[in-house]
């Protein structure tokens, strides 16, 4: 039997402190970060982003982190990439008998991992993509029907996004073998971070109102002053969306404050469901309500991973 590798994990939405808890899970367990952040991979993109490095040091030390500040402002980055490099890491970690401990929020990129699809290593068809896109959803239903059913029997037929990725591929797979990578066996302990909707709400608004007076504006003004294209910024979201519109006029500061937080509550809505549709997919998470005090909250994933861990 193949060896299985520890991996503990902390998932939740924006600001519900998931990198203070694994900072302080990192410490005492002797372990590293690894960040499942699509935009925490950015050069010069700390306020907007959270990446928060000032807590990566805990009680005089400083906590190793990976996969933050690995790419230059303006790049794209893609789950696959993630993967790659996520594998990378862990398996030199594991080599070590250091815990990965992987934290963030894009749970498209973790869910990656749990599954190891070989296939989002196939690459995006925009051309494809341009075509679908006119298309009803029935229609896609129907060309998917049209490619043979080893190449589409993993077709989620569920969303008209999805629909296109399965076509595409499909396609993909008519023209090209794609070489399954032989990957460690992952044994995840999985943390959620949780709490009262109209509690998480204030948090969010809280932070964004303390990003704004760190200079987040002045960041993404920078960026731009760099020559990152705005449109490459807006593709990034959220902050950089509203604040790229803000110093182009077509927000003023009382709308750009309204709309990204707005905005923002909205994006952590959306992280929920992705994270309920991990459990459907099969992945346990232990959920844990980030409302009670800190210490409170420490203790109690810090007992559960132990009793996990010695099952």
């Known amino acids: 039997m193949d060896q299985e590798y520890p991996l503990l994990v902390v998932l939740g939405p924006t600001a519900s402190g998931k990198t203070k808890l694994a900072v302080r899970l990192a410490e005492a367990l002797q372990g590293e970060l690894i960040s499942a952040d699509s935009r925490q991979v950015f050069k010069d993109m700390d306020i907007g982003t959270g990446k928060d490095l000032k807590e990566y040091e805990l009680n005089g030390q400083q906590i190793p982190y990976h996969l933050i500040n690995i790419r230059e402002a303006g790049g794209k980055y893609n789950v696959n990439e993630f993967k790659e490099d996520f594998y990378r890491v862990f398996e030199d970690l594991s080599s070590r008998e250091v815990l990965p401990i992987l934290c963030g929020g894009t749970g498209m990129y973790m869910h990656s991992v749990f599954q190891d699809h070989e296939y989002t290593a196939i690459p995006v068809n925009e051309p494809l993509r341009v075509a679908l896109r006119l298309k ?114 077509t927000l003023d500061y009382g709308e750009l404050k309204l709309q990204l937080g707005i905005a923002i509550c909205q994006f952590a809505k959306r992280q929920m469901t992705f994270f309920r549709k991990m459990e459907k997919d099969g992945v346990a998470i232990h959920w844990f309500d980030t409302d009670q005090d800190s210490d409170q909250l420490f203790k109690q994933v810090m007992e559960a991973y132990i009793r996990w861990k010695t099952s």
């Open 136 to 249: 009803e959803i029935e229609g896609l239903r129907i060309i998917l029907k049209s490619y043979p059913l080893e190449l589409t029997q993993h077709a989620d037929l569920s969303s008209f996004k999805r629909l296109i990725r399965a076509i595409e591929i499909a396609e993909y797979l008519s023209h090209h073998e794609l070489i399954a990578v032989k990957r460690p066996l992952i044994k995840p302990f999985v943390v959620g971070l949780t709490s009262d909707v109209r509690l998480r709400r204030k948090k969010i608004l809280r932070r964004m109102e303390a990003r704004l007076e760190e200079g987040m504006i002045e960041e993404v003004k920078g960026l731009l002053e760099k020559g990152v294209d705005p449109e490459v910024l807006t593709f990034y979201g959220l902050e950089y969306k509203f604040i790229v519109a803000y110093l182009s006029g």
